[in-house]
């Protein structure tokens, strides 16, 4: 959830709001161990000043936002800001645990910035995600650079879907700005687009594809209100990212750069991509 309100005089909260109502007095003095760490203060039509029971449990209480009940625009932009501060962490992630089949050798490995592929982009995204890691194969975990960290897929033989799972089951309070590792044409600005754009309110922040209009999973930024609904669509017999967010409510962008989305999984596509940069 985004916020959860919670009746006071039924069960308690991580932080209160408190309502100064003469019809209410009694009623919140009983309640009074109840105010752990108020917000803010609101004064209803029939009061005149915060009681004084009030301002002896709160002794900053002069310091927190005062408002009218009929202020409503003032009480909204609090609880905007609220939902601001409460941001979860953006973490990055790396999509390098694949078997590239088609390629013939793996997508991760392959260099074309002068760096393994997988480390390329792991260091692309420590620029927008305070921690990256790489998503990888429990039998690929020892060959990675211990500079990088990596988490292993406990969700088996899924595919991408299943390296999304894993990351939200080792931190399901992330949320995760996930990259596949077979995008040589990524670039800074494409990145800083997505998490420009964010919206914390949505399931995940994707891009367009360029080739059929559809929500881009693996390059999208998956908030932490998307793992059940992962799980949910798993437990329907669904393993393609693309389809939970064609069927949620996510923020598209259109990318400034279309062939940043561009992927490379066959050695003619890997040509392809090799005469363009030379281009």
């Given at each position: 959830?985004?916020?959860?309100?919670?009746?006071?005089?039924?069960?308690?909260?991580?932080?209160?709001?408190?309502?100064?109502?003469?019809?209410?007095?009694?009623?919140?003095?009983?309640r009074?161990?109840?105010?752990?760490?108020?917000?803010?203060?609101?004064?209803?039509?029939?009061?005149?000043?915060?009681?004084?029971?009030?301002?002896?449990?709160?002794?900053?209480?002069?310091?927190?936002?005062?408002?009218?009940?009929?202020?409503?625009?003032?009480?909204?932009?609090?609880?905007?800001?609220?939902?601001?501060?409460?941001?979860?962490?953006?973490?990055?992630?790396?999509?390098?645990?694949?078997?590239?089949?088609?390629?013939?050798?793996?997508?991760?490995?392959?260099?074309?910035?002068?760096?393994?592929?997988?480390?390329?982009?792991?260091?692309?995204?420590k620029?927008?995600?305070?921690?990256?890691?790489?998503?990888?194969?429990?039998?690929?975990?020892?060959?990675?650079?211990?500079?990088?960290?990596?988490?292993?897929?406990?969700?088996?033989?899924?595919?991408?879907?299943?390296a999304?799972?894993?990351?939200?089951?080792?931190?399901?309070?992330?949320?995760?700005?996930?990259?596949a590792?077979?995008?040589?044409?990524?670039?800074?600005?494409?990145?800083?687009?997505?998490?420009?754009?964010?919206?914390?309110?949505?399931?995940?922040?994707?891009?367009?594809s360029?080739?059929?209009?559809?929500?881009?999973?693996?390059?999208?930024?998956?908030?932490?209100?998307?793992y059940?609904l992962?799980?949910?669509?798993?437990?329907?017999?669904?393993?393609c990212?693309?389809?939970?967010?064609?069927?949620?409510?996510?923020?598209?962008?259109?990318?400034?750069?279309?062939?940043?989305?561009?992927?490379?999984?066959?050695?003619?596509?890997?040509?392809?991509?090799?005469q363009?940069?030379?281009?």
């Amino acid at each position: 959830m985004d916020a959860v309100l919670v009746n006071g005089n039924h069960q308690q909260a991580k932080a209160q709001v408190v309502v100064i109502d003469e019809s209410k007095k009694a009623s919140l003095q009983k309640r009074l161990e109840q105010l752990t760490n108020v917000q803010l203060i609101l004064l209803a039509d029939n009061a005149k000043e915060v009681f004084d029971f009030v301002q002896e449990v709160i002794p900053d209480w002069q310091k927190l936002p005062l408002y009218r009940l009929s202020e409503t625009d003032k009480i909204i932009t609090f609880f905007q800001k609220q939902l601001q501060q409460a941001k979860p962490v953006l973490n990055g992630l790396v999509l390098a645990g694949g078997k590239s089949v088609r390629m013939g050798q793996d997508k991760g490995t392959m260099q074309w910035h002068g760096k393994e592929q997988r480390y390329y982009v792991a260091d692309l995204l420590k620029q927008f995600c305070p921690e990256v890691f790489i998503s990888c194969r429990p039998e690929q975990q020892e060959e990675f650079d211990s500079n990088y960290k990596t988490v292993v897929d406990t969700f088996t033989g899924l595919g991408p879907y299943g390296a999304i799972l894993s990351a939200f089951r080792e931190q399901p309070d992330a949320a995760w700005l996930v990259v596949a590792c077979d995008l040589p044409l990524l670039d800074q600005h494409t990145l800083q687009r997505l998490t420009d754009n964010r919206s914390i309110s949505s399931v995940a922040t994707t891009f367009e594809s360029p080739h059929d209009g559809f929500p881009e999973p693996l390059i999208t930024i998956w908030e932490p209100k998307s793992y059940p609904l992962l799980l949910a669509f798993l437990a329907q017999g669904y393993t393609c990212p693309r389809k939970v967010l064609r069927n949620s409510d996510i923020n598209m962008l259109k990318p400034i750069n279309p062939d940043a989305l561009l992927n490379v999984n066959t050695p003619e596509e890997s040509e392809k991509v090799k005469q363009m940069m030379q281009e």
